[in-house]
């Protein structure tokens, strides 16, 4: 542990190659679970250590798939880069669909599911909550009408 640590560019080259290309708003598969995550901070120095005593940095993190899904966690894990990986242009999608969406576009619009923050190829169900495929909303809604 070193003093003095108020941002990432502060941090030991080998503390820096652990939180790996992860930024805050990004949206990432960790490869050994295999699920999405969107981080929402990258604590270093004495926030850091509020969070997990003895570590210099700290990634707070909200869970975007399984059975977590929405719940946040804050680690030091170190981002390996032959297993974990960054979800390529899923973040900007998202950007751009709630920029959108605040201009007035119907949410039906959307490229992206604000729901679970992931790619719009699916629906979710209006009672409970749960994905279904596009075809089932689909039927659902000429049912309904």
């Excluded at 981002?79 to 999608?93: E, F, I, M, N, Q």
């Excluded at 959108?100 to 576009?105: K, Q, V």
Aim: proline content about 4%; hydrophobic content about 35%.
């Amino acid at each position: 542990m070193r003093g003095g640590v108020t941002t990432a560019a502060d941090l030991h080259p080998v503390d820096r190659a652990a939180i790996g290309p992860q930024v805050p708003g990004g949206i990432y598969r960790n490869g050994y679970w295999g699920k999405r995550y969107r981080v929402d901070e990258v604590l270093v120095g004495d926030a850091a250590r509020a969070e997990i005593p003895g570590s210099d940095w700290a990634i707070v993190e909200t869970e975007l798939d399984g059975l977590h899904a929405g719940r946040q966690r804050v680690h030091c894990t170190a981002w390996d880069g032959k297993r974990d990986s960054p979800v390529p242009g899923l973040a900007a999608a998202l950007a751009r669909d709630d920029a959108a969406e605040d201009r007035g576009m119907h949410a039906e619009g959307r490229e992206t599911c604000w729901k679970c923050q992931s790619w719009a190829d699916h629906a979710h169900d209006w009672e409970t909550g749960k994905r279904i495929t596009l075809d089932e909303y689909l039927a659902r809604k000429a049912r309904t009408g």
